[in-house]
């Protein structure tokens, strides 16, 4: 004859609960930093998007010609000219207070500033955003014998007063635009 046990064991011992809470924190913790990761990938997007754009436009607005645009008399010509976008006069925005841990929504006068000034600025890239912004943006164009370009975004994500900075140089060569095949990024997790 069989004897029945009124009670079975059941539930679980206490080290298996201590197991499952140790898996559980690791687990946790391993979200917390891919979480983190994934967010701090997802702004920096935003720099090397802009950033790459704005090399970008600073090639294609070397390729446009520009010329004079006076009236040519019969028979005579005027020379094409390639030219690299001078320096804009300021950043956007212009103090890297106003991105220290926030985000910034910039107006269009700001980036047409050198508007009325030809093949100056961001005018001349026929650059904007109009979506706020995480990042601080600059670009410097140097004329003459060697022509050169830098286009850089800066960035406090934290606000805790260390600064981010990712940019992209370019350079006329034989009246080719050669612009570096890769971020130079200072300080990218800040």
Known sequence: MRVFKKYQSRGFTLIELMIVVAIVGVLAALAIYGVRKYLLNAKTAEVRNAVGQMAKDAKGAYERESMPSTILAGGNSAAVSNNLCLTATNKVPDGEGKIKGQKYQSTAAE????????GKGFACLRFSMSDPQYYMYEYTGV?????SFKTAGYGDLNGDGVTSAFSLSGAVTGGIVFVSPNFLEAKPEE
Request: glycine share 8%; charged share 15%; hydrophobic share 40%.
């Open 111 to 118: 980036w047409s500033i050198d508007e009325a000034t030809p």
């Open 143 to 147: 004329a003459g014998a060697t022509q």
